[in-house]
């Protein structure tokens, strides 16, 4: 069993829908909960960073951990073309190394 | 947030040489720096980690003398791909981090293609 698991998508909605991304996984010890999103040919990028159970909102992101399920979120209101990416979910313990997902990739149709 | 520059983006090289890729934090110290392969479709595999001033630690499976990862400021790491073979075509990828427990920030990639 891998140690993150993520739906690798493709994931296609209509501009203003709202996407929901998610992940799963193994290891209870993760604390430490991220997602990237990643352009065609270029490196991930930093969107949402959480630490344990929770929400957290920045603009139209809100990314949410459920850590007895072992189960993450992003959710991404009123999508945009230019949402389309590859979003990476990524996690680790404290000092150890990023596990990521394997990445979905979303297109928000015009 | 904080940003990492990678260069060269892209390089063509033929089998048998050994290709040089640099990762620089701009506007931060990197205490550690990690590298990473991707292959297309593909999530993020860790290569090795750097520690400024220390030997990187390899991945199982992950060959250091083929990939020799040099880390001698706390601004810049280099990965050395020696005798390069077409199996060694990937996105290369590094990020920083002010230390291992911290955030990492990516740097936008080098594609490598051994003919």
């Known amino acids: 069993q891998k140690e993150v698991e993520q739906d690798p998508g493709p994931l296609s909605v209509p501009e203003g829908a709202i996407v929901s991304l998610n992940c799963t996984y193994s290891n209870s010890a993760f604390q430490y909960f991220m997602w990237y999103r990643q352009y065609s040919r270029k490196g991930p990028e930093l969107l949402m960073y959480?630490?344990?159970?929770g929400n957290k909102e920045d603009g139209r992101f809100t990314a949410q951990v459920d850590k007895s399920s072992k189960y993450i979120s992003l959710f991404i209101r009123d999508s945009q073309p230019s949402d389309s990416a590859t979003y990476l979910c990524?996690?680790?313990?404290?000092?150890?190394?990023?596990?990521f997902g394997t990445g979905t990739r979303l297109t928000v149709i015009p | 947030g904080a940003v990492v520059s990678q260069h060269p983006s892209r390089v063509i090289c033929k089998s048998g040489t050994s290709v040089k890729i640099e990762c620089r934090s701009l506007?931060?110290?990197?205490?550690?720096m990690f590298w990473y392969r991707q292959f297309p479709k593909k999530s993020l595999m860790l290569m090795a980690t750097s520690n400024e001033g220390s030997k990187a630690t390899y991945e199982q499976g992950v060959e250091k003398d083929k990939f020799l990862i040099n880390h001698a400021s706390l601004t810049l790491s280099t990965l050395t791909v020696t005798s390069a073979h077409p199996e060694d075509s990937s996105f290369y990828i590094c990020s920083a981090a002010l230390t291992v427990q911290e955030t990492q920030y990516f740097g936008p990639g080098t594609r490598l293609l051994v003919l």
């Open positions: 959480t630490y344990s159970s």
């Open positions: 506007d931060f110290q990197a205490t550690t």
């Open positions: 990524a996690m680790k313990t404290g000092a150890n190394n990023l596990f």
